[in-house]
């Protein structure tokens, strides 16, 4: 994943993607992915830890999800019209 962010940063000036804010370059999403992995210590999740992440393709979504990546987590995207919290079985 190290690589992914090399990417990231080697195309600085490019459009990445387009979210609610406008266009992010891919410089702004390895920044905005730069921060995550302390978030993800300080909520307690682990290095390979499973999360789900619930939220339409925007940098918002993807920061977090290239983060988990990078620490050997698996990323386990859901849509925001996936069934609620208390009707998904999570066993």
Not at 14 to 37: I, Q
Not at 75 to 85: F, H, I, L, R, S
């Amino acid at each position: 994943m190290e690589r992914l962010l090399a990417q990231l940063r080697q195309r600085a000036g490019a459009e990445a993607m387009v979210g609610h804010s406008g266009a992010v370059t891919y410089a702004g999403l390895a920044e905005r992915t730069d921060g995550w992995p302390t978030e993800l210590e300080r909520l307690g999740v682990a290095g390979g830890g499973i999360v789900a992440v619930v939220g339409n393709a925007c940098p918002a979504v993807v920061a977090p999800f290239t983060a988990l990546a990078v620490r050997g987590g698996v990323v386990v995207p859901t849509a925001p019209a996936d069934p609620p919290k208390e009707e998904r079985n999570a066993g």
